[in-house]
């Protein structure tokens, strides 16, 4: 496509600042970016925006075909495969035109079989929640919190329609959508009714937006008389509250990245005491899931991929926890859940999820009889626990999908293992998975380290040293970067692009050691894992050296700024989406949403100089080069709690002022969302705008705009 001479970028206004830590002095002249009140940044930002409009409007048309193609793919009547929850099945649905799924339930007999997910309205729906009812006007919806009491009377539903990921709740009858409570506001992710419905118990966030409060409050009640059941003092530790599966115990689970603490309610007493199941050690992390008549737990007091034990149901200390499943050689437990017949556990093994069922058996000593994994026919997977409120299920839903297998929703008999497949995310426009291959490959760290790789392509793609592609990676908070099915990506992939996803230290896929190599100080393991997974792309010949294209966001972002830093000659254009580039900076100011719990992460630089240094020599704001870059796409959201959108706009203002690209090449861009937070725009086709506008940039810098299967989508 034919680019018109690009207009000048923007200049960002400089104003003296010095950060001063360590006898370290640092001239920062954009620090006046963190007053988000600012107006000028709100100038500048606007600026950057129709900068960002006026280089790339020559790929308006791509972008409306990248939309479109997304759009005639997706079968925008859907309904999700309805689960039994006591008289009702529940099940979510979504319909032409409409940018939020409406949440339904229809009435459920006992024996009754399942409905048929392709099924029009059922006999009896009622609505619990219409997303779309609710967003109303808004720019942005999204949803903190949605459930039903245990008798199914009340729903509970926390509403954003900025993006701050603060919430408004809403409680409601169902059945006549009577609003009985609106009183709770700005509240956290999450709430749980009592057993008998009369209570809500909810979370509040400090100043740094850490959830540090449990609060019980009386549906209908005035909020100025409810009761703080607990506050978390140790500014490293967050919390969260649920219910178990048979309803019967509220759970609080306080955390912090290293150490972990779960206290207990029965659900039948909302006034009673909260009982501590352990008190926490520092250093051990455990969770909790009530099973009947004990308790399971999954802990790693004993190995860091953790070990499977269960305790009395009135346990009060590790003591009595008893061993029951130990981790194998190359496994790591990362969750359990209860079910009358069998107990599922949930873990990694080989660099893939897996998951494994331990039947019930009364008679042996451990009270479960021999394991059992779940097949899965691809070789390359993810699998996983679908939605399963009931705990006395003799088949569970199962779900299961790759790069290249869209969502398949399984029903697993717990006793026979036999597996049916009750739905498969439908893919429409001719698509047929053997016109696509996925494998698994093995890139050489620095260090001799083997890391996992992930080669996405069409079928046929043979690795000559030609193709374009896009590598991505993430590499912290032991987050794994498993397999998962895009419609989206499909525009990639048919346009010749190598879609590689570089499984690096830092994240989960390899167990906890593998996390541990890729925080505090080793964290530049993270960022050298991500050169030598290029280097492995461009050396095996599928992709070539100078159609190469990087791309992550958040933690993924900072991942973005310290590789091209790096080695910025080893790609064409990368995306930095709400990248985490300012990270010492931020990391310096404890006031900062995250920072405090973010110290057994990345370190403390405030107090700890070796930190400081270690730090300094790889933030991504700190180490920008003189050098030709890459193009670079940044894109952020203004009401971004998580990363606040100063960091790219500095770092943008930054690269600009030190690199030195040709603009009309490798141009550098900001994009702001200016409704919106964390995640980018809400509703399914504002988010399918926003990642056509993205990709539109990325496949026009690698020279692959075109289609290689010769056709078009097949609306």
Known sequence: MARPTPPSPPTAPQRPHVREHHGDRVEDPYWWMRDLEDPELLSYLEAENAYAEAVTAH????????????????????????????????????????????????PR???????????????????????????????????????????????????????DERFDLTVREVSSGEVLDRSLTRIGYGCEFSHDGRFVFYTRV??????????????????????????????????GVSASRDERWLLLALGSKTTSEVHLLDSTDPEGEWRVVAPRREGVEYDVEPAGDRLLVVH??????????????????????VPLLASGEGERFVGVDAFDHATVLSLRTGGLTALRVLPRDETSVSGHGTPWDVPVEQPVHSIGLGDNPEPDQSAIQVVVESWTTPRTVLDVDLATGAHTVLKR???????????????REWATADDGTAVPVSVVRRRGVIP????????????????????????ARLGLVDRGVVFAVGHVRGGGEMGRRWYDDGKLGAKPNTFTDTVAVARHLVDAGWVAPDRLGLEGGSAGGLLVGAVVNLAPERFRVVHAAVPFVDALTTILQPELPLTVGEWEEWGDPLHDPEVYAAMRAYSPYENIRAAAYPAVLATSSLHDTRVYVTEPAKWVARL?????????????LLRTELSAGHG????????????????????DRLGATERVDGGAVSG
């Open 59 to 106: 790929l308006a048309p791509l972008r409306a075909t990248l939309f479109a193609e997304i759009k005639a793919r997706v079968k925008e009547d859907d309904l999700s495969v309805p689960v039994a929850s006591g008289p009702w099945w529940y099940f979510s649905r979504t319909a032409q035109g409409r940018q939020y799924a409406s949440h339904v339930r229809a």
């Open 109 to 163: 007999a006992e024996g009754d079989p399942r409905p048929d997910p392709e099924a029009a309205p059922l006999p009896g729906e009622q609505v619990v929640l219409d997303g779309n009812v609710e967003a109303g006007d808004s720019e942005f919806f999204s949803l903190g919190a949605l459930t039903v009491s245990p008798d199914h009377r009340l729903v509970a539903f926390a509403v954003d329609t900025a993006g």
């Open 206 to 239: 400090d100043d740094a937006w850490r959830p540090y409060q449990l609060w019980r409050h009386r549906v209908g009640g005035d909020p100025a008389q409810d009761v703080l059941v607990h506050q978390e003092d140790d500014e490293r530790f967050w919390m």
């Open 300 to 321: 790693n007091t004993h190995t860091p991929d953790s070990d499977l034990a269960w305790a009395p149901l009135e346990a009060t200390s590790h003591e009595q926890w």
């Open 425 to 439: 995310q439908p893919v429409l426009g001719g698509f047929d998975p053997a016109d696509y291959e996925e494998s």
């Open 464 to 487: 000559d040293g030609t193709h374009p592609g896009l590598l991505v990676a993430y590499g912290a908070y032991e987050i794994s970067s498993d397999p998962y099915f895009s419609v």
């Open 656 to 668: 600009r002022q030190t690199v030195t690209n040709d603009p009309e090449r490798s141009p550098i």
């Open 680 to 699: 980018g725009r809400s509703g399914r086709y504002a988010a399918w705008e926003q990642i056509a506008w993205e990709w539109a940039f990325v496949l």
